[in-house]
């Protein structure tokens, strides 16, 4: 009987840990941090295919996304220009919450900016951006909203991204702008594979 009884307890005490190990794990992927994967070229070669990396949610606020349920909590501060940040795209806001995919490119403009593709160059209110982040790569003009000598002004709240790899990246330049409340969070490193393990800068 007390052999019995000990079964039961330790299975209880093994359920127990399961569930608030899942618990605590769901947690912190919606309110902390998330892990991805780079599937595609597009931010090479800060971002390379295959990366892993850690993405935090903190620093702008956690976005909550569930059926019915959509929503951003305060965060530590704004996404800063040249950031590399994790995002939903305004085409992908079309799919059901849990089919949506993630882009993941570097910010560029942000509200009351006017952008210009210019030689390669970004020019934002008529200045070049010399930002390391954004000037180290070559800009193509491209889409709908970087076209040649075509001068673009970014909505109040919203957000203008860009692909470190200019030729293949599907940014902003072809969809526009992200809203604020689609933003997911800031890279901060890659930690696999292991010989590219350090910051995303």
């Known amino acids: 009987m007390k052999k019995a009884s000990r079964k039961k307890s330790v299975l209880r005490e093994w359920i127990e ?3 608030v190990a899942a618990a605590l794990a769901i947690i ?7 892990i991805y994967k780079i599937p595609t070229t597009s931010m090479v070669p800060t971002l ?3 990366d ?12 909550v996304c569930f059926p019915f349920i959509d929503f951003h909590l305060p965060g530590l501060r704004k996404p800063k220009r040249g950031e ?7 085409h992908e806001k079309e799919q059901p919450w849990i089919k949506r995919k993630a882009y993941i490119k570097r910010l560029v403009g942000i509200g009351g900016d006017h952008i210009l593709i210019k030689n390669g160059n970004i020019y934002i209110n ?4 010399v930002d390391e982040g954004i000037a180290k790569n070559y800009y193509y003009n491209q889409g709908d909203y970087g076209g040649k ?6 909505p109040v709240n919203k957000y203008f991204f860009l692909g470190d790899n200019s030729m293949s990246s599907l940014d ?3 969809w526009g702008f992200v809203d604020e409340r689609d933003i997911v969070g800031k890279a901060i490193f890659i930690w696999w594979p292991a010989k590219r393990i350090g910051m995303v800068e």
């Open 28 to 34: 912190a992927r919606t309110f902390l941090f998330q």
């Open 149 to 154: 000598n075509q001068e673009i002004a970014v």
């Open 126 to 129: 008529n200045k070049m951006v």
């Open 172 to 174: 902003s330049r072809f």
């Open 52 to 63: 892993k990396i850690f993405v935090s949610k903190i620093v702008y606020g956690p976005k």
């Open 48 to 50: 390379m295919p295959g």
């Open 84 to 90: 590399v940040i994790v995002f939903i795209p305004p």
């Open 17 to 19: 840990s399961i569930i």
